[in-house]
């Protein structure tokens, strides 16, 4: 291994400090869904969560040295990625019948 | 120290940038403050050696989903009116101090520090033969499904967000006023 590489790991910044900047991002997205209204934004805060997600669990690959949580991390960026298309495809749909992007206006299931 | 200093300007990155998303009327500033988010996420996965995922979080994240959010802007060109929800006194209350609440549970456990396993890391760790080799070997069946949901999910993305196919109309339309059209 070269020598920068091996600094940055012995630099030392325990688990925990990742996991409370990811438990951050986290409250960041569910208070972007519930506060917001435009569906574009809460599908962008839905992005947020999913990527606090993620850096749990790298968090935990490096403290545990197991590299299982890799591949579940890269399947959650695939899931995230099917997400964001098929969300923004609704977005789309609603906005050509509806004209409007504004969750609160989408009572239709209310009736 | 320089991973030290890396790590906060991470942290700056990736919770500034989620704070603009959240409160941004503008939607296309909101997307390149996601974008800085992205950046700083990847950033943060080379510091935790994960070198493989900070490629696809830049490629996948950085790439493909903000091409599709901007996309999406251009559609849906209309400024909010009033962009915030929640507007009662008491429903504020109860949310902050949920939200309090949680994060001082949080803060509990995670001060409380996690048991790390000693020593450095493996050569190579978090590559992607590293990472290749457990997505191929132990976990190919989740691989090739979540290969089929993005199948689905793309054909199911067109389905949903394609203009309807107007069958031929017989005559032409007769009152201008109800023909809203659909493009």
């Known amino acids: 291994m070269n020598d920068a590489v091996v600094t940055v790991q012995q630099a030392g910044i325990p688990a925990h400090y990742y996991l409370g900047v990811a438990a951050a991002l986290f409250a960041i997205g569910i208070v972007g869904v519930i506060i917001r209204r435009n569906a574009l934004i809460v599908l962008m805060s839905i992005e947020l969560m999913l990527n606090a997600a993620n850096l749990t669990l790298l968090a935990f690959a490096r403290a545990h040295h197991d590299s299982t949580f890799h591949a579940l991390a890269f399947l959650v960026v695939a899931v995230a990625a099917a997400e964001a298309a098929v969300g923004l495809a609704i977005v789309v749909g609603i906005f050509r019948n509806r004209h409007s992007a504004n969750l609160d206006e989408l009572t239709l299931m209310k009736r | ?183």
């Open chain 2, 1 to 183: 120290m320089g991973g030290q200093i890396a790590f906060w300007v991470c942290t700056v990155m990736i919770l500034g940038g989620a704070l603009v998303t959240i409160t941004r009327r503008n939607t296309v500033t909101a997307v390149m403050a996601l974008v800085m988010t992205f950046f700083g996420t990847a950033a943060m996965y080379t510091l935790l050696s994960a070198h493989f995922l900070a490629a696809i979080q830049v490629l996948v994240y950085a790439g493909a989903i903000m091409t599709l959010f901007v996309f999406v802007v251009m559609v849906l060109n209309r400024e909010e009116q009033e962009p915030w929800a929640l507007r009662g006194v008491l429903t504020k209350a109860i949310g902050l101090c949920a939200a309090a609440y949680l994060v001082v549970r949080i803060c509990i456990y995670l001060f409380a520090g996690i048991q790390e396993k000693p020593g450095p890391l493996p050569d190579g760790w978090g590559g992607v033969k590293d990472v290749g080799d457990t997505l191929f070997t132990s976990y190919l069946f989740p691989f090739e499904a979540i290969s089929i949901m993005l199948l689905v999910a793309v054909i199911g993305a067109v389905v949903v967000a394609r203009i309807p196919h107007k069958p031929e109309a017989k005559q032409p339309p007769a009152e201008p006023g109800s023909d809203e059209g659909h493009a």
